[in-house]
């Protein structure tokens, strides 16, 4: 197992077995909670599990899954995907991580809304919560996504002047890309802090039925999220200062493994 490790190498094992732990836990705790709700009248429900306080099986429910969803991350980053790069840069493994629990979250996502969808069109039951908390999570995934995305440098460039340049001239370029980074996430930071800040202390809320703290979570988010970016952009920088220079080309938007995974699936049909 240790040498399929990207970076976990002994604790691989520990970090699998508390992923699993954790997960068990949470399930068995939420059959608990959906139990309630079927024999009891003051059963606990989606309005309580963003308002915790005094509430013990609440509480251990979040810590459950907050848990559940880092061990997840931390073993899941440990493997290296087809068309991933690897981390070199010395904040990659942090972004790779977050990057991991994205996706995680973004099945969430697909759940939450089926779930709304069964019982809105099945049941005749629609819920108050489903599309705010599906707002609540896309929303995290698309900034951890970004960060995703400065990692493996997949994000939009145009190499046509950039591919002509010598290399001195390519470093200079990517300095002064990530400094325009670097002070985009000052500006922000300067001017959105207050704002941000006075949110998160009162938790502003949504303001409506289910009302989560939206608004006192996601502009803190944000804030954080871009501090991340141009951190990344940094560590980019110096992982490829010393590289070789790289010729891209139009083949290098193909996806050789997908391709093939398509024809495998043709054969198999």
Known sequence: MQENSLWLGRMRAPVKTAMI???????????????????????????????????????????CLVAALLFASLF????????????????????????????????????????????????????????????W???????????????QRSHIRIYIIYNMMPRWAQKAADSF?????????????????????????????????????IPGTIKPAVLLIIVLVAIQAVSNLIADWHKDPEEHTPMDEIDETEIENIRRTLKED
Not at 104 to 126: C, D, G, K, Q
Not at 137 to 151: D, E, K, P, R, S
Not at 207 to 213: H, I, V
Request: cysteine-free; glycine content about 8%.
């Open 21 to 63: 732990g954790f997960v068990v836990l949470t399930v068995v705790i939420y059959a608990l909670l959906i139990g309630q709700r079927l024999f009891l009248e003051n059963a606990y429900g989606m309005y309580e599990m963003i308002r915790p306080s005094g509430r013990p099986l609440v509480q251990a429910m979040l810590v």
């Open 76 to 135: 899941l980053s440990d493997t290296k995907g087809a068309i991933e790069t690897r981390p070199e840069g010395f904040f990659d493994l942090v972004s790779v991580v977050l990057g991991r629990l994205a996706m995680i979250m973004t099945a969430f996502v697909v759940l939450v809304m089926f779930y709304e969808v069964v019982s809105r069109y099945v049941f005749a039951r629609p819920t108050l919560w489903a599309n705010e908390l599906s707002l």
């Open 137 to 151: 999570i896309a929303a995290i995934v698309f900034l951890l996504a970004g960060l995703y995305a400065m990692q």
């Open 177 to 213: 890309s990530v400094l325009l980074i670097v002070g985009f996430a000052f500006a922000l930071v300067w001017g959105g802090y207050s704002d941000a800040a006075k949110r998160f202390l009162r938790m502003e809320t949504f303001g409506t039925a289910w009302d989560p703290p």
